[in-house]
């Protein structure tokens, strides 16, 4: 049973920084795409980022420079590590596990629960 489950979220200024965390069981997860999504109140979810099996990133213009992808194999989990955050930045993030393990840009099979950030003063 594939499953997975974002932390990490929480309330942050803008500027700040945060970290969340997809955490999966019953697969290992370099063995498939992995990315990271977002949904606004209003608005239909986004695509972040993305890592390839064989470690490949991609970013939405959004955020690149802004925010890192990286995998713990050891840990069976992939995080966003979020920087010089927005208030536009604000919203569900989720994470997708593609069956393929090359990014399809914006694509997932599997999802988590979603983890809350929200950016203001």
């Known amino acids: 049973q594939y499953q997975l489950v974002e932390s990490g979220g929480g309330l942050v200024q803008p500027g700040g920084s945060l970290r969340v965390s997809c955490a999966a069981s019953?697969?290992?997860?370099?063995?498939?795409?992995i990315g990271w999504f977002r949904q606004a109140p209003g608005k239909e979810r986004e695509g972040v980022s993305c890592i390839s099996s064989g470690g490949s990133t991609y970013y939405a213009d959004s955020v690149k420079g802004r925010f890192t992808i990286s995998r713990d194999n050891a840990k069976n989990t992939v995080y966003l590590q979020m920087t010089s955050l927005k208030p536009e930045d604000t919203a569900v993030y989720y994470c997708g596990a593609d069956v393929l393990p090359n990014c399809r840009l914006w694509q997932a099979d599997y999802w988590g629960q979603g983890t809350q950030v929200t950016v203001s003063s």
């Open positions: 019953g697969f290992t997860l370099d063995d498939y795409a």
